[in-house]
């Protein structure tokens, strides 16, 4: 074991190498040993050797960390990578690991519990919450600290979880065993911090229990009040305010930036009470005055130094959660108390300061995830504009009147005057918003438009672009928030002025602008249009400037990955079709210096997702135009795609294999050219298929080449490579639905005379799956390749083969599947397409009046059912709307391409556009060739099946004889 733990140290330290080429090879060792036995257990021997250099050791931990992320978890559809034993001996051993280990490894071992826990616990691992609890009894608070750390880890997804009975048993079976102890803990904790209060060390250790039991609570109270809370409220909420009103400069933080161990403790406690007077008012009522009194009094005595945020934030929002309920108004109706909350707890809380202008200049990106579209949720700024919120719900006119006079003096004064205005104006003006909407109701008192007109828009109109940075990012940041309420002139009017501020030289600014310009890009028109509110003839005349200004701002260092930027120029090309024609030669070569660039080291997911998106777009606009230009964009881009697929660039993968396909199904001339030829071995190696993020866009590579080249791929050992492909994906109840398209687009495109000696063994392997792993997903897909092959070789083919396997299995399949499960097909193509097959094989397969007499009554009337089910009104949203984290296809192993998507393949070939005519028309011809043999079997039917077969038939103007 010394020797694989010495090498295993080895690789671990390489990871950590300032060679890139020397960390990969060390990654990659890495991965392969992931499957082999024990290994898990060896990185844990690894990290508990206390002779080891720390950084190796916690690199070890890191990794089994991570190992246990990514194998912990059983899939049926992977190879179970930790063995049973491997997994008792790890549960068995890892808690006194973890607290024995040095807290840096501590934590990644405490997280690795939280991953176990999730899969294992209780069922799997009752007796981890018993390890923890005796630990309590040792009095060692870095043990004790350690336990917290990981029941904090283990129980804080009970805040967001939905509720089920599955998740109450198992919080009940905490609650049994982990509540009382914790009480208990809490009480000493308290004792303990009153008698350490003048000892820096031991007082420090205490409190980092505290803010950790305090977290704990939240999460064992947030789904409902357990009874042992509630029995003890007296003891929790008497010390919650104790501490909430204590001071010790022993716990104060010298940095300005970072909260001290007391403001965590106290910001957890206004965490907790928020929720009680949220979800349990009534049990909590009789302390609610003590709280609001005591956050009243914390609020303006803390200071506005950064290291108080999250404090100032959680109390504000007690206030706020307490505000809004009707039966605590009594609290705020006061007209001095309402003026001393908006005098002396919001506006101290809303001014920009120090730290906030340094933020916006040094750390943009930091900037602009806590301000853009109400993301900003734990700043102070965010909290007070929900207390204005909660406050305007019962005193609307009040509280207006109090901050207008304040507004009105402060925009008369400097910038940061109008920075405040700006947002107390946006603050009491909007009533109801969305990030991805805007604002979807604003105050009847505030005309949001004449206010633009009036102060926002001369911030934009300004000649110089990198003046007053911080008010034309306001300014920009108003347009977006009411742009739902400002008028179209408006909106067209501003189209100049942003394209104007993605020159601006600060990041937040030229950010700012893009993203309002995309966003006013995705705004529709009317209620129930699909067009745009913009139209290309409004932006058409802007679209060098935009080309040039977008793509120049990627050339700068602090933006050259800027997500803002790519997305404008994804939606901008989106927007404008072929109006951006002759911007395209400078976006694709920019694009692919940037691709270059960026899949040396892939680290903005949404920004590479965004490019690649605008690959596509650029590909579909250029081609639609002139279909010669494919091949000119297989020229530039071979060379890059074939970099990322030898250095094994994971990220991008699955984007190549999309593009690639795209361009294939452009590709007027049917032949393979001869880089895809050689392409074509690569995409069936097995360790490809491996990833799951890979295999979506490898099959519709894949139906791709069948598609221009299934002539040729369906001979030798490319079709068993092909089918072995197949027989995998229909075994994963993962991607079996992948398995089912590639399969159709063999049949479709691979010659008959090549599939016939492979027929029998791909419908054996159909049923098998049926048979072992039978899923709503799987029987639905089943049924659609079963109507497929139906309507391309005929029902009495299928009839036939499926009676080759077994005796008359042809009636199971009909009725434990058609007549069974048909109307759980989705509505579409696919409940068409079982529909025309279902009446094939009624009108056209021989047997189904001899053999199948008795089923062909059911089968007919569960066809009748299917064509009588409503269809969704929801009408499908055109692709320029899409969101990326919207699709159902994104994740983040795979990434599926919206300007990339494939179109909806029609199986039938447009050749029935009417199933219920074709049905009609199916019965009269079978009628005229046996007369006098289908009405008695309809007169057997239900009177409302055979009601609406006759308006079929009518319809149809044909009778039956």
């Known amino acids: ?7 295993l140290a080895s690789m671990l330290r390489n990871t950590l190498a300032a060679d890139p080429t020397q960390r990969k090879i060390a990654e990659k060792y890495l991965e392969s040993l992931e499957g082999q036995e024990n290994y898990g257990i060896l990185l844990l021997h690894l990290l508990d050797k206390g002779n080891e250099e720390m950084t190796v050791r916690v690199s070890a931990a890191v990794n089994f960390k991570n190992f246990v992320k990514k194998h912990w978890s059983i899939n049926e559809d992977a190879p179970n990578k930790i063995s049973n034993e491997a997994r ?10 973890m607290l024995r280990s040095p807290e840096q490894i501590q934590r990644q071992l405490s997280d690795a519990i939280s991953v176990i826990g999730k899969e294992d616990f209780p069922a799997k691992w009752p007796n981890l919450i018993h390890e923890m609890v005796a630990k309590f009894q040792i009095g060692d608070f870095y043990i004790i600290n350690g336990v917290l750390h990981t029941a904090h880890s283990l129980f804080k997804r009970y805040r967001h979880e939905f509720k089920s009975q599955q998740l109450w048993e198992e919080i009940r079976f905490v609650l049994d065993n982990f509540a009382a102890p914790l009480t208990d803990l809490f009480r000493t904790t308290m004792e303990l911090s009153t008698h350490h209060a003048n000892d820096v060390n031991a007082v420090k250790v205490v409190y980092s229990s505290l803010v950790l039991i305090c977290k ?10 357990p009874d042992v809370f509630e029995d003890n409220m007296s003891t929790w909420m008497d010390n919650f305010l104790q501490l909430l009103t204590s001071s010790n400069p022993l716990l104060q933080s010298n940095d300005e930036n970072e909260a001290g161990l007391l403001e965590q403790v106290k ?3 206004c965490d907790n009470v928020a929720m009680y007077a949220q979800k349990y008012d009534e049990e909590f009522e009789p302390y609610l005055p003590k709280f609001v009194e005591a956050v009243w009094e914390l609020l303006i005595s803390t200071g506005v130094q950064p290291k108080y945020d999250l404090l100032v934030s959680n109390a504000i929002h007690f206030l706020s959660s307490v505000a809004e309920r009707p039966k605590y108004k009594h609290l705020f109706e006061n007209e001095q108390a309402l003026r001393s909350i908006c005098e002396k707890v919001v506006l101290p809380n809303i001014f920009i300061r120090e730290s906030d202008e340094e933020l916006f200049e040094d750390n943009p990106e930091e900037y602009i995830r806590k301000d853009i579209e109400g993301s900003d949720v734990d700043t102070r700024r965010r909290a007070a504009a929900d207390l204005i919120k909660s406050l305007c719900a019962h005193f609307e006119s009040q509280v207006v009147q109090i901050f207008s006079g304040f507004i009105q003096s402060m925009l008369q004064k400097n910038w940061k005057g109008k920075d405040v205005s700006v947002f107390l104006i946006t603050s009491l003006a909007v009533r109801g918003q969305t990030a991805k909407q805007g604002t979807t109701k604003t105050s009847e008192l505030i005309n949001v438009t004449d206010i633009y007109n009036g102060y926002i828009v001369t ?4 000649p110089d672009v990198n003046a007053q940075p911080v008010l034309k990012a306001d300014a920009i940041k108003y347009l977006v928030v009411f742009r739902n309420q400002l008028p179209r002139e408006l909106l067209v009017s501003s189209l100049p002025l942003l394209i104007r501020h993605i020159s601006a030289q600060s990041v937040v600014v030229h950010s700012y602008a893009a993203h309002a310009l995309e966003r006013l890009l995705v705004m529709k ?8 509110m913009i139209t290309v003839a409004d932006l058409a005349p802007l679209r060098e400037q935009l080309v040039v200004q977008l793509f120049a701002v990627l050339n700068l260092q602090e933006s050259s990955e800027n997500e803002y930027i790519m997305k404008c120029i994804m939606r901008s090309c989106s927007m404008l079709q072929e109006a951006i024609l002759p911007q395209l030669g400078l976006i694709m070569e920019a694009l692919t210096q940037k691709l270059a660039q960026v899949s040396k080291n892939p680290s903005r997911p949404f920004f590479n997702h965004y490019m690649f998106e605008t690959l596509a777009l650029v590909i579909r606009i250029t081609c639609k135009q002139n279909n010669d230009a494919v091949t000119s964009f297989e020229q530039t881009l071979f060379p890059p795609f074939e970099a990322i697929l030898q250095q094994d660039v994971q990220e991008f993968i699955p984007y190549v294999f999309q593009i690639l396909a795209l361009l294939l199904e452009l590709r007027v001339q049917p032949a393979l050219p001869e880089p895809y030829v050689a392409l074509f071995p690569f995409l069936l190696v097995p360790v490809l298929w491996e990833k799951p993020g890979n295999v979506p866009g490898l099959v519709r590579l894949l139906e791709a080449f069948l598609k221009n080249g299934g002539d040729t791929i369906g001979h030798g050992d490319k079709m068993s490579n092909l089918l072995g492909v197949y027989q995998k994906l229909i075994a994963s109840r993962l991607h079996d639905h992948e398995g089912f398209a590639l399969l159709m687009a063999i049949m479709d495109y691979v010659p008959q005379e090549t599939l016939h000696k492979y027929l029998k063994q791909i419908f054996i392997v159909l049923f098998q799956r049926l048979t072992s792993s039978k899923t709503v997903k799987y029987v639905k897909g089943l049924l659609v390749f079963l109507s497929f092959y139906c309507t391309k070789f005929s029902p009495t083919n299928l009839q036939r083969i499926i009676d080759d396997i077994q005796e008359r299995m042809f009636s199971m399949v009909l009725e434990n599947l058609y007549i069974k499960e048909v109307q759980k097909v989705g509505p579409g193509i696919e409940k068409k397409f079982c529909a025309v097959a279902m009446t094939q094989i009624l009108t056209e397969c021989p047997s189904m009046l001899t053999d199948y007499s008795a089923i062909w009554p059911k089968l007919l009337e569960v066809l009748v059912a299917l064509f009588e089910l409503p269809e969704p009104d ?7 709307f899409a969101e990326v984290d919207d699709m159902p296809g994104y994740s983040t192993a795979y990434s599926q391409l919206i300007f990339a998507g494939k179109p909806e393949r029609d199986l039938l070939r447009g050749h029935i556009p009417d199933p219920k005519a074709h049905l009609a028309l199916g019965l009269a011809k079978l009628s005229a060739a046996q007369p006098g043999r289908v009405p008695p079997l309809i007169s057997t039917l239900p009177m409302e099946a055979q009601n609406f077969l006759s308006n079929y038939l009518a319809a149809a103007n044909v009778q039956l004889v």
């Open 1 to 7: 074991m010394e020797e694989n733990l010495q090498q």
């Open 88 to 97: 008792a001996t790890i549960k068995q051993h890892i808690v006194e690991l």
């Open 216 to 225: 704990v609570f939240n999460s064992l109270n947030a789904q409902d009040l």
């Open 267 to 269: 910001s957890q406690i």
């Open 459 to 462: 911030d934009l109109q300004l």
């Open 525 to 532: 028109g009317p209620v129930g249009s699909q067009q745009t």
């Open 874 to 880: 929801d009408v499908e949203e055109d692709e320029h």
